[in-house]
């Protein structure tokens, strides 16, 4: 991996050029993150997209961006110090020992995310996992260059009744799912009138605002997170059921999840 004054961001660590940061508000909760300026709009999108993945908003007070230092126990400057990382929910995610990684709260496509934006995530590292950071490891042309992407996220889709379409084929048999099949919906791809009181009532279950009858990305990303949740608890208690070590059960759980496609 080459440095990021090689990429064309000049001089980090000791000689940090704090005159190009500026700190971006982002997520849901309004975090302050100092960063380098031809990023900012990727560290928001990248923010929103994690915190919609993993259903829930990052701590302003646990995540942190610039910072004018080395690496922990090295002389070579870290990605903080020229404004391209950032540490989210750093408590929750701490830096861990040899691979794989172990807990953390950040979404099973954080990765895949990360890489949308010209990022790359800290608990892929093959050596000590670090799932709270999130580096920029392209140049400043490639950042520019990804402007067109985060316009192309402006409008968010929605479903609503009158639609039809594989998409709304999917949020059928989703809703099948999470209501368990009562009542059951035709998976016809129509968005009829009880694909939308299925909507709503699930909606309502899920504790989202007062069962609003449109089905928003994260209505169904909540949806399916939950229904993966579910899944994951089923293979888990049919696994303890037979006489089966730890290991093969957190094997069998990960296979679950591996399974399971949040984004
Ligand atoms: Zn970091």
Redesign the pocket.
Known sequence: MSSAADRGWGSGWPNAQTDKIVTVVCGANGLRLPVRTEIGPLVAALVHDLERARGAPFRPDWSWGFANRAIRGTSTP?N?SWGL???LDAPDNAMQGPPPPGRNTMPRSAGKIAARYGFRW?GAYTSRP?P??F?YIGTPADAEGLAPVLDGQENEEMLRKGDDGPDVKTLQRNLNAFHRGDPKLKVDGGFGHLTESSTAAAKRKLGLGRGGRTASVEFQLRLIQVLGQRHVREVAKRLRSRDVSEEDIDRAVDEALGDLRIE
Request: no cysteine; aromatic share 0%; proline share 0%.
């Open positions: 870290s903080h990382a950032i540490d800290g670090d709270m950071h580096e």
